[in-house]
């Protein structure tokens, strides 16, 4: 069984930053990826970016120069830090691990919304 535990998310201005993390815990034999998606009300999740065990990333080139992903492999959480949020950058977050443990599994976090408005 494994937990994922998502912070950070809130309500600010555009211009703005905020910084979302996301530890992952239980039966964790090692970590492939961890990553962000998003989902916008009405539209569908779209990855936002995400970083492999080695270090590679992936990203959305809506969030190019203003998202960067990190992780702590010790601790197994992953961070999304967001700077000069836009109002199109409102939606809810979701944490995605996929990971090795009594086998190969994939999971969701609960979400944290982000909202950016004036």
């Known amino acids: 069984q494994v937990q994922l535990v998502e912070s950070g998310g809130g309500l600010v201005q555009p211009g703005a930053s905020l910084r979302l993390s996301c530890a992952a815990s239980?039966?964790?034999?090692?970590?492939?990826?961890m990553g962000w998606y998003r989902q916008a009300p009405g539209k569908q999740r779209e990855l936002v970016e995400r970083?492999?065990?080695?270090?590679?990333?992936n990203y959305a080139d809506s969030v190019k120069g203003r998202f960067t992903i990190s992780r702590n492999n010790a601790k197994n959480t992953v961070y999304l830090q967001m700077n000069s949020l836009k109002p199109e950058d409102t939606a809810v977050y979701y944490c995605n691990v996929d990971l090795v443990g009594s086998g190969w599994y994939n999971y969701w976090g609960q979400g944290t919304q982000v909202t950016v408005s004036s």
């Open positions: 239980g039966s964790i034999f090692s970590i492939n990826y």
């Open positions: 970083i492999t065990s080695g270090g590679s990333t």
